[in-house]
């Protein structure tokens, strides 16, 4: 297979190692950049704003961080906001990206690439229930345990990536 | 939100005052057309950063007190430093002091250009946000997003990350960054200082509103440059005085409207902020920020809080400038840090924040042991000065309907890029009339 310049796949960490649970995206992209996949491009980042120039260019990006969205800890979400799936529901990124910088977040970073033309077709959000953001404090049991689990979920992402480049 | 009063007034509400630094309130009554009182309400619960910090070692406050703030962590970390240095008598060497303002140029930049660009520009375009303002001004935007990425670059390369530094220590550095790691960001910082200089052709166009300020403005000075991280005390009323005697002449108050302290100086308001360090140490700038500057339309001295918009990107092409020069002038093999030893005292250090002049004060004991600290960050002590702005604001242009009356008085505060998270969160603007 030959791949494009620049379309390698990207896996973006996102989130403080120093906040407890919301190390796990670096935590991840560790882990996955431990695996050594060829062709992969990894990077661990705490502000999201970096997703704008890291992921320009890229096919298939999936950003690892932690969410809090009601479900039990350590339960990991999937979801596709990458230029194929359309934009998000105002709702999602409006209090944060007409906020202050301080709470510039994920959302906006999706809603301000789409509209720089920055967006890749396909973003995946490998999301992690958090428990903690306690600072200094290490990831929780339950989200410790779902490490694993979050880097398969990647492997599939990228598997099925490199199967479609493929095809 | 509108809606009338009982006694025939107008309430006009919006739930969270947007693209400002952290969260809070304002209360504007308005009866018959006279503004009667304007408040700017921050409810938040204080942080107690001051009481964390007794018990602590003497090495710790710089990576405590960088917690503060995401946007301006190299502000804390240097008042912090410098106060608990001149209580050990400890002297940093000039290479440790340049590395300190080329680190300090990367908050700068880095800051400058999220204000000017993402929470400032939207106002004077007509946009809710960047996102919005994406959609017509993508150039501008990708030139903003460069010039953040160019200060988060620098401060990833000195402080060890771009996000709350880890290699300031008391005494300097952990690990000096190298000539040729500093290399590598020339081209970047050069090209950034060019789209700098259009970024203040780019917003002189806009449109200003005319307000004059009266306040007495402070900053510090420095005898050798413009000052960023460290100099002594000056206000436009002529007062000068060093650091150490700030808490002779700065008093803070508490007003039961809010839960961040207020200040003033020799029983007077005051303002901090680029505003204050232009009118004041303008001659200090470059011949080629100068020469931008009137170009601009700017003279010497600025006294419409709505320009300031203009001032910090003369600052942020300085930032520039000082970066470049700095990294031109660096030679490897300096020593990262000098020893520190502790010992009993009071020490006051004080920098300037994006936003102003930061003080730091802390006592120790024998043993290096923090037995006392205050920190006065510039937007508490702009608190007085933002209400005083409000109220005119809001009289000036009390014949606009609420919806443009309201965004008025946002913009008003905005010009102040207040760090509302320096003290505190949650920011609700209300209107009443009646």
Known sequence: MTRAAGAEPLVVGLGSPDRGDDGVGPTVAGAIAGLGLAGVRVSAHEDPTDLIHLWEGVDVAVVVDAVMSGHAPGEIVLCEVGRGEGPLPESCWAKTGRGGTHAFGLAAAVELSRALGHLPPRVVLVGIEAASFDHGAPLSPAVEAAVGPAVAQVRAVLTDASAGLDA | ?434
């Open chain 2, 1 to 434: 939100m509108t809606h009338k009063l009982s006694d025939g007034g107008q309430v006009l509400h919006v739930g969270m005052l947007a693209r400002v630094e952290g969260e809070g309130g304002m209360h504007i009554e308005i009866h018959n057309n006279v503004v009667q009182s304007v408040k700017l309400n921050i409810f938040e619960p204080p942080r107690f950063y001051e009481a964390f910090l007794r018990g602590r070692k003497y090495t710790e406050p710089p990576d405590i007190t960088a917690r503060i703030c995401g946007i301006c962590p190299v502000a804390y970390q240097t008042a912090s430093v410098e106060a608990i240095e001149q209580i050990c008598g400890a002297e940093t060497t000039p290479e440790i002091q340049a590395m300190r303002r080329l680190l300090y140029c990367g908050e700068w930049i880095e800051s400058h250009s999220l204000h000017i660009f993402m929470l400032h520009a939207p106002d004077f375009l007509g946009f809710d946000s960047v996102i919005e303002m994406a959609a017509d001004y993508g150039d501008v935007v990708e030139m903003a997003l460069r010039l953040k990425k160019a200060g988060n670059d620098l401060m990833t390369l000195v402080g060890g990350r771009a996000i709350h530094p880890v290699n300031v220590k008391v005494g300097g550095f952990y690990r000096m960054p190298t000539k040729l790691e500093m290399l590598a960001l020339r081209p970047a910082i050069a090209s950034g200082l060019e789209e700098a200089f259009a970024t203040i052709k780019l917003v002189s166009t806009f449109d200003f509103p005319e307000m004059e300020q009266a306040y007495e403005y402070v900053a510090l000075r420095h005898p050798d440059y413009y000052a960023i991280e460290r100099g002594t005390v000056v206000s436009t009323s002529g007062t000068a005085f060093p650091v150490r005697e700030f808490p002779d002449h700065v008093k803070e108050f508490h007003v039961a409207h809010s839960n961040a302290l207020h200040a003033q100086l020799d029983g007077a308001m005051y303002m901090v902020g680029p505003l204050a360090r232009y009118t004041l140490n303008f001659a200090q700038l470059s011949e080629r920020c100068k020469a931008a500057a009137k170009e601009a339309g700017l003279g010497e001295t600025c006294r419409n809080p709505f320009k300031s918009i203009i001032v910090r990107a003369v600052e942020l092409a300085y930032a520039f400038e000082e970066a470049l020069r700095i990294i031109d002038e660096w030679k490897d093999g300096a020593a990262p840090s000098v020893t520190v030893t502790p010992r009993a005292g009071e020490g006051c250090g004080a920098s300037e924040a994006p936003r102003g002049t930061i003080f730091h004060r802390y006592v120790l004991d024998a043993e290096g042991v923090i037995q006392d600290a205050q920190i006065v960050p510039p937007t508490s002590q702009n608190q007085p000065a933002i209400e005083a702005d409000l109220r005119e604001a809001a009289q000036s242009w009390v014949d606009m309907d609420d919806h443009d009356l309201t965004h008025r008085c946002e913009h008003a505060i905005r010009n102040y890029d207040p760090c509302i998270s320096c003290a505190t969160h949650f920011l609700d603007l209300r209107v009443d009339r009646s």
